[in-house]
């Protein structure tokens, strides 16, 4: 098992910048990816940012080179670097983490969400 904890959700003005930050615990050796998800209100969960065992880094159309993942060397925290924050940014955003196993889907954990809104 894997426990996540998301931290850095605040209240921000367009344009500011934000640091999330997300606590990994648990059986965190074997854990093969991490990302970040976002969803909205009335809107579906999105992928924002991942990042690879290997540090390989993947991010959505809608904020490269706004927003920036990384993690500690230890690989039990996850960070999203957030500027030039946009009012449409605003929604729920979601800590995860993937175990990959042969010949089965994918198991992923979640933390909680923290909330980050963007006044215009």
């Known amino acids: 098992q894997v426990q996540l904890v998301e931290s850095g959700g605040v209240l921000v003005q367009a344009g500011g910048s934000l640091r999330l930050s997300c606590a990994a615990s648990?059986?965190?050796?074997?854990?093969?990816?991490m990302g970040w998800y976002r969803q909205a209100p009335g809107k579906q969960r999105e992928l924002v940012a991942a990042?690879?065992?290997?540090?390989?880094?993947s991010y959505a159309d809608s904020v490269k080179g706004r927003f920036t993942i990384s993690r500690d060397n230890a690989g039990n925290t996850l960070y999203l670097q957030m500027g030039s924050l946009k009012p449409e940014d605003t929604a729920v955003y979601y800590c995860?983490?993937?175990?990959?196993?042969?010949?089965?889907?994918?198991?992923?954990?979640w933390g909680q969400g923290t909330q980050v809104t963007v006044s215009s």
């Open positions: 648990g059986s965190t050796f074997s854990i093969n990816a």
């Open positions: 995860n983490a993937k175990k990959y196993y042969i010949g089965s889907l994918p198991i992923d954990y």
């Open positions: 990042i690879s065992r290997t540090g390989t880094t």
